[in-house]
């Protein structure tokens, strides 16, 4: 009797706990957001919380399946110091969202193509429905006019959200305030909760490795993009976009709630209203593929070019002078010259030791025979243009002083070496140092940390970044096999793709595929190999050829960590290629992106132990349309590459045509 008293006594405090904090939806505040193609829908509201404070929320599901569980938004704010100094009484709410009143909405929908200066497309389309949410927080009669001064604590805050058939973005607006308040920003009450079961690859800094981890017992943060994936078949990546005045984000398991990532900040950020933060981003597909043939929405998520004359934005192939010496250099321009390659680049060291502030970054060290202006005459006479490695310690004390310079020397861009990110500061001043190298028409290359938020969008000057674990760590082919679905999703990564050096843990015609599948409007070839390297080895043809920008790009086939295909078209040309993991595969590509009633060669590179080089590369050429499916073993570690060219008739005479189910 006395345990079932107790039984009956334990059901009634849980009842009681429930109703003490008990959520209403509060109706007026439910909105929901439908993307143009009908798939993804967003549901936005307000909860009140036992009647004393609201919380807003949203849901996500894609083709109706659940993505999104109910999860907070909102920003975290501390202004009542600020509020003190301007004389205006304190807000009392612990949570700064707490007590925020909907006033409204408004919804637009928006349609347009854009042709951006270089990209992995030469037309993309931005389409999608917005809605907005206005909140008023406090109460106009609060305070009072005070001899100019307005002292009525109030706030607006806008919640936006876009829905894309490509993704869905959100973002926090804080219209102007009258008052005179800054913004003192501690983080984001921003919430991803998924369903049960979701793996992510959990990355912990920008040029780290991956793991597949559930959403329990992180040791840390992971990197942005994250992707993973849902019990539900679906795979979703999780983004930010233009990040340029702000905190970066991260992702870190929630503390209370389970399968719920919090978008955690890297430090808090002071601003002055109008503000808006920056965008967050959800791709979501049936197929994996599908995200990298949607990651054009980072950049429709940024402001339209504000370069004007945009002539001297040169994309291109760039090999690195591994000898800091003047003979290496002009051996390295001899090299490009013949191998179609566009740039040369002279690495850290140049200038003096690179970690030291007192390095000057105006001359060449003594210990160097650089003479710069004549390395760069002699270039141009080749038509290479020449970049050069800056460390940020040089740049924060002589980037005004260093532009000028450059440009009379007859550099064409920097790449810009160890930069802080992260917080707001130095965010800012990465994102104004971009600007003013496009006053001196200079090409950036950032290094180290820093990833992408759409900003070459922007500014196109920017023309790639690393953040990426990339051959500097020679990471193995799984790991290079994730790359697509996740880093990549950003934008543009420097990953410094090699082919002679003997620490590659990867096949050469993988080496070799990763200038097609990897996207680097300034692609580094050749990175710790010297032009005698080179010894008439066919198929480096393809790095000859191979294009860094793109008309057209098409996600063929592969999923995370197992193997990816990606055919990229320039002109009437197409290049494709194929990188596999550390399994041995079968591997099918079909060519029906290739257009119909037309011949192409298929110039095509893959491993073979029997070929008689150094780097085991068979080259074959066949005739093919878009009705063949090419038949490919991969080796473990292994890949492909082909390059695609409209056949003429004394090609189709020279060549035989690809004959059904053959193997390569």
């Given at each position: 009797?006395?345990?079932?008293?107790?039984?009956l006594g334990c059901f009634l405090?849980?009842i009681?706990?429930?109703n003490?904090?008990?959520?209403?939806?509060?109706?007026?505040?439910r909105?929901?957001?439908v993307?143009p193609?009908?798939k993804?829908?967003?549901?936005?509201?307000q909860?009140?919380i036992?009647?004393?404070?609201r919380?807003?929320?949203y849901?996500l599901?894609?083709?109706?399946k659940a993505v999104?569980?109910?999860s907070?938004?909102?920003?975290l704010?501390k202004?009542?110091?600020f509020?003190?100094?301007l004389?205006?009484?304190?807000?009392t709410a612990k949570?700064?969202?707490a007590?925020?009143?909907?006033?409204g909405?408004?919804?637009h929908?928006f349609?347009?193509?854009w042709?951006p200066i270089?990209?992995?497309r030469?037309?993309?389309r931005n389409h999608?429905?917005?809605l907005?949410?206005n909140?008023l927080?406090g109460?106009?009669k609060?305070?009072?006019i005070?001899?100019g001064?307005?002292k009525?604590?109030?706030?607006?805050?806008?919640f936006?959200v876009?829905?894309?058939?490509?993704g869905?973005?959100?973002?926090y607006?804080f219209?102007e305030?009258?008052n005179?308040?800054?913004?003192?920003?501690?983080?984001?009450?921003?919430q991803?909760?998924?369903?049960?079961?979701t793996?992510a690859?959990y990355?912990r800094?920008?040029?780290?490795?991956?793991e597949?981890?559930?959403l329990?017992?992180w040791?840390d943060e992971?990197?942005?993009?994250?992707?993973?994936k849902?019990?539900n078949g679906?795979?979703?990546?999780?983004?930010?976009?233009?990040m340029?005045?702000y905190?970066?984000?991260?992702?870190r398991?929630?503390?209370?709630?389970?399968n719920t990532?919090q978008?955690?900040l890297?430090?808090?950020v002071d601003?002055i209203?109008p503000?808006?933060?920056?965008?967050?981003v959800?791709?979501?597909?049936?197929?994996a593929?599908e995200?990298?043939e949607?990651?054009?929405?980072i950049?429709?998520?940024?402001?339209?070019?504000?370069?004007?004359n945009?002539?001297?934005i040169?994309p291109?192939?760039v090999i690195?002078?591994?000898?800091l010496?003047?003979?290496d250099?002009?051996?390295c321009?001899?090299f490009a010259?013949?191998?179609g390659?566009q740039?040369?680049?002279?690495?850290a060291g140049?200038?003096?030791?690179e970690?030291k502030?007192?390095?000057?970054?105006?001359?060449?060290?003594?210990?160097?025979?650089?003479?710069i202006?004549?390395?760069?005459?002699y270039?141009?006479?080749?038509g290479?243009?020449l970049?050069?490695?800056?460390?940020q310690?040089a740049?924060?004390?002589?980037?005004?002083?260093l532009?000028p310079l450059?440009?009379?020397?007859?550099i064409?861009?920097?790449?810009?070496?160890?930069?802080q990110i992260?917080?707001q500061?130095w965010?800012?001043?990465?994102?104004?140092?971009i600007?003013?190298c496009a006053?001196?028409?200079?090409?950036v290359d950032?290094?180290?940390?820093?990833?992408?938020?759409?900003?070459?969008r922007?500014?196109?000057n920017l023309?790639?970044?690393e953040?990426?674990?990339?051959?500097?760590?020679?990471?193995d082919?799984?790991?290079?096999?994730?790359l697509?679905?996740?880093?990549f999703?950003?934008?543009?990564a420097?990953?410094?793709i090699?082919?002679?050096?003997?620490?590659i843990?990867?096949?050469?015609?993988?080496?070799?595929?990763?200038?097609?599948?990897?996207?680097s409007?300034?692609?580094?070839l050749?990175?710790?190999?010297h032009?005698?390297?080179?010894?008439?080895?066919p198929?480096?043809?393809?790095?000859d050829k191979v294009k860094?920008?793109?008309?057209?790009?098409k996600?063929v086939?592969?999923?995370?960590?197992?193997y990816?295909?990606?055919?990229r078209?320039?002109?009437n040309?197409w290049?494709?290629?194929s990188?596999n993991?550390?399994?041995?595969?079968?591997?099918t590509?079909?060519?029906?992106?290739l257009e119909a009633g037309k011949?192409?060669?298929?110039h095509?590179?893959?491993d073979d132990?029997?070929?008689?080089?150094r780097t085991?590369?068979?080259?074959?050429?066949?005739i093919?349309?878009?009705?063949?499916?090419?038949q490919?073993t991969?080796?473990a570690?292994g890949?492909?590459?082909i390059?695609?060219v409209?056949?003429?008739?004394?090609?189709?005479?020279?060549?035989?045509?690809?004959?059904?189910n053959?193997?390569l």
């Amino acid at each position: 009797m006395m345990k079932r008293i107790n039984l009956l006594g334990c059901f009634l405090y849980a009842i009681f706990s429930l109703n003490l904090h008990a959520q209403t939806i509060v109706e007026s505040t439910r909105s929901s957001l439908v993307s143009p193609n009908g798939k993804y829908k967003f549901e936005v509201y307000q909860k009140e919380i036992s009647g004393k404070s609201r919380q807003l929320y949203y849901t996500l599901t894609y083709n109706g399946k659940a993505v999104i569980e109910e999860s907070e938004l909102g920003v975290l704010i501390k202004n009542q110091l600020f509020e003190s100094a301007l004389g205006i009484p304190n807000d009392t709410a612990k949570i700064w969202g707490a007590n925020l009143s909907f006033t409204g909405k408004k919804t637009h929908t928006f349609n347009e193509t854009w042709k951006p200066i270089y990209g992995e497309r030469s037309i993309i389309r931005n389409h999608y429905n917005e809605l907005t949410l206005n909140f008023l927080k406090g109460e106009e009669k609060t305070g009072g006019i005070d001899e100019g001064y307005d002292k009525r604590r109030f706030y607006m805050m806008d919640f936006i959200v876009r829905a894309y058939d490509e993704g869905v973005a959100f973002r926090y607006f804080f219209p102007e305030a009258t008052n005179g308040l800054f913004l003192h920003i501690t983080g984001e009450q921003t919430q991803f909760t998924f369903p049960e079961k979701t793996m992510a690859y959990y990355e912990r800094w920008a040029q780290g490795p991956y793991e597949l981890q559930s959403l329990k017992n992180w040791k840390d943060e992971s990197e942005r993009p994250l992707t993973l994936k849902l019990k539900n078949g679906l795979t979703v990546a999780l983004a930010e976009a233009e990040m340029i005045d702000y905190s970066r984000m991260k992702f870190r398991l929630d503390e209370t709630k389970q399968n719920t990532l919090q978008a955690s900040l890297y430090s808090s950020v002071d601003v002055i209203t109008p503000y808006t933060t920056p965008w967050r981003v959800i791709m979501v597909a049936e197929k994996a593929t599908e995200l990298i043939e949607n990651n054009d929405i980072i950049l429709n998520l940024n402001p339209a070019n504000k370069i004007k004359n945009t002539s001297w934005i040169k994309p291109g192939k760039v090999i690195r002078v591994a000898k800091l010496t003047q003979e290496d250099a002009i051996k390295c321009i001899d090299f490009a010259a013949e191998r179609g390659l566009q740039y040369i680049h002279i690495d850290a060291g140049w200038y003096g030791p690179e970690m030291k502030m007192e390095s000057d970054a105006t001359s060449v060290a003594e210990n160097r025979n650089f003479d710069i202006p004549a390395l760069t005459a002699y270039a141009a006479k080749k038509g290479i243009g020449l970049l050069v490695y800056v460390n940020q310690r040089a740049l924060v004390q002589q980037l005004d002083e260093l532009l000028p310079l450059y440009k009379k020397w007859g550099i064409k861009g920097i790449k810009f070496g160890f930069v802080q990110i992260g917080n707001q500061h130095w965010s800012t001043w990465l994102h104004d140092a971009i600007k003013k190298c496009a006053q001196y028409e200079m090409l950036v290359d950032i290094h180290d940390e820093y990833r992408p938020t759409g900003f070459s969008r922007t500014y196109p000057n920017l023309m790639t970044q690393e953040g990426v674990r990339g051959n500097e760590e020679m990471p193995d082919a799984i790991h290079n096999t994730i790359l697509p679905f996740t880093r990549f999703l950003a934008g543009a990564a420097d990953y410094t793709i090699c082919y002679y050096n003997n620490r590659i843990k990867t096949t050469h015609a993988h080496q070799l595929a990763m200038a097609a599948v990897y996207y680097s409007p300034l692609q580094f070839l050749y990175w710790y190999d010297h032009p005698s390297a080179y010894q008439g080895e066919p198929e480096i043809e393809f790095f000859d050829k191979v294009k860094t920008v793109w008309d057209d790009t098409k996600a063929v086939a592969g999923d995370v960590g197992e193997y990816v295909t990606i055919a990229r078209r320039s002109g009437n040309d197409w290049f494709l290629g194929s990188l596999n993991n550390n399994d041995a595969r079968n591997v099918t590509t079909p060519l029906t992106f290739l257009e119909a009633g037309k011949k192409y060669v298929a110039h095509i590179y893959t491993d073979d132990e029997n070929i008689n080089t150094r780097t085991k590369v068979k080259v074959t050429r066949l005739i093919v349309d878009k009705t063949v499916q090419l038949q490919f073993t991969l080796k473990a570690s292994g890949g492909s590459a082909i390059h695609l060219v409209p056949a003429t008739k004394k090609d189709q005479k020279s060549y035989r045509s690809y004959k059904r189910n053959t193997v390569l």
